[in-house]
């Protein structure tokens, strides 16, 4: 059975956004914005595409500074995935075109996936 | 500057299979502006990753929605395979292939159906329902489920299918196409169903591709893209290219679909004829220890599952990005500067699937 490759990039919060312009204007497209809570820090997958090949820049967030600048004045469907983090994850995104300020999915509590009950 | 009203939009609404909330902003009857607001059916099935074994974890997948739901068994079964490198027996590969197909010529005539309700021709939607249940009683022969099958797991299928029952259900096909060829027909050549829905919802190739669309949307909008050419699974042993349209309207969206359909009868009968004798799944022995983002291609387009093990029987992570949510900012910008009369069939016509959506 085959299986595409992937490229994973590790890159600080600070470069997140020239990156990312970088790749837009490279004809990439935005994929999907996740999280995924680590022991000891929130990892935040930013995976694009082009032509089938998968890349993916990874930023790893410190559990006590969770705050991201919002990519989606680059990256216009990116809102739709900075709201998700925000009310899922708690990730203070800053600057989102649409913010729907925590109102996104109907939630009885904040930031849900953050607790740990496996 | 006239005068804006906003009309709700759902979250109930005759042509809305499912719930979703759009404030369109009007000036006298145009929609200058769309804004979204979902989360009424959010479930948070991503979190049972913890509280389920890895193995068990199909069958939420599986229950994310009703109609992509072989698939995203596929997507997630997949996703485990390659962090576990488990072979999967080219049978099960085939069969997947075979059921998945099966699903999309489901999902596209469910849609089909809706789509003839919402523009008033009932009787066309009645008639592709009826083929429909032809190909439900398919699913209900070959797994026993009409809607959600449970046919997938780790490793390979649950299901198998005798090999004379494949080459009945063939000839099946054969009949089921010739039935459903007289219904294409209409939705290509019938002057109402034409006039309803061409030039209105327009997504340029450039806004398809910087807005992120996937699936018929996308396809429809001239750009080839489709996930099944990755040739994942079973994948590699079929032939075939991506059906694109180039008109970027909502008709164009209903072609893709309807000419999906064909190619689908194809890709089962290939898989049919391709499909040797064997095992149907590889033992599993341990748990996932790694992360892949596993990517396959639903009726409504492209879905990621990114999945994360740690050497133990429950996940880490199991994170779903379905095709609706990504569409649905394409949808946004479609449904910009369009009469209020053609809101629902434009809504429609990206084939939302909200379940998907909110998980």
Redesign the interface.
């Known amino acids: 059975m085959s299986y595409e490759e992937q490229e994973i990039v590790n890159i600080e919060k600070e470069e997140l956004l020239p990156k990312v312009k970088v790749l837009m204007n490279d004809g990439y497209r935005l994929v999907q914005i996740g999280c995924t809570k680590m022991a000891d820090h929130l990892q935040v997958d930013y995976s694009f595409d082009k032509d089938y090949k998968f890349y993916d820049l990874r930023i790893k967030l410190p559990l006590t500074n969770l705050e991201l600048p919002s990519i989606s004045a680059i990256c216009l469907p990116a809102f739709l995935y900075e709201n998700e983090i925000h009310d899922l994850f708690g990730v203070n995104v800053t600057n989102i075109s649409i913010d729907f300020k925590g109102k996104f999915y109907r939630l009885e509590k904040d930031a849900p996936f953050m607790q740990d009950d496996k | 500057m006239a005068k804006q009203t906003i009309i709700p939009f759902g979250p109930q609404h005759p042509v809305l299979p499912e719930p979703i909330h759009l404030d369109l902003v009007l000036e006298d009857e145009v929609v200058v502006e769309a804004?979204p607001?979902?989360?009424?059916i959010?479930r948070?099935l991503?979190?049972l990753c913890?509280?389920k074994p890895f193995q068990d974890m199909v069958f939420v997948a599986e229950r994310i929605c009703g109609i992509c739901s072989f698939i995203h068994g596929v997507g997630f079964c997949?996703g485990v395979?390659?962090i576990m490198n488990l072979?999967?027996p080219k049978r099960a590969?085939l069969l997947r292939v075979f059921w998945g197909e099966l699903s999309r010529v489901h999902s596209h005539l469910l849609w089909l159906g809706l789509a003839a309700d919402a523009i008033g021709f009932e009787s066309l939607f009645m008639h592709v329902w009826r083929v429909r249940e032809r190909v439900l009683k398919i699913f209900e022969e070959t797994t026993g489920g009409r809607v959600i099958f449970s046919a997938c797991q780790v490793g390979g299928t649950r299901k198998n299918i005798d090999n004379d029952t494949l080459r009945r259900i063939a000839k099946e096909l054969d009949e089921i196409e010739t039935d459903y060829k007289e219904l294409a027909d209409v939705f290509i050549q019938d002057y109402t169903v034409r006039h309803r829905w061409s030039d209105i919802g327009i997504l340029s190739e450039e806004n398809a591709?910087?807005?992120?669309a996937v699936g018929p949307t996308l396809r429809a909008s001239g750009i080839a893209?489709d996930?099944r050419?990755?040739?994942?699974?079973g994948y590699?042993d079929v032939d075939f290219e991506p059906i694109v349209e180039t008109a970027c309207d909502c008709y164009a969206r209903c072609m893709v679909r309807v000419r999906e359909v064909f190619q689908s009868f194809d890709l089962m009968r290939q898989a049919i004829d391709k499909i040797p004798d064997g095992e149907i799944a590889a033992k599993v022995n341990g748990f996932p220890e790694g992360e892949?983002?596993s990517?396959v291609e639903q009726p409504r387009g492209?879905v990621?599952y990114?999945i994360?093990g740690d050497g133990t029987n429950?996940l880490?992570?199991f994170?779903i990005?379905t095709p609706t949510?990504?569409n649905?900012?394409p949808l946004l910008a479609m449904i910009g500067g369009c009469a209020l009369a053609d809101a629902p069939a434009i809504i429609l016509s990206i084939d939302p699937c909200i379940s998907c959506t909110?998980r």
């Open positions: 804004i607001n979902i989360g009424f959010h948070g991503e979190l913890k509280k997949q395979e390659k072979e999967v590969e591709h910087k807005l992120g893209q996930m050419m990755l040739r994942y699974g590699v892949f983002f990517r492209e990621v990114y994360r429950f880490d992570r994170r990005r949510f990504a649905i900012h909110e």
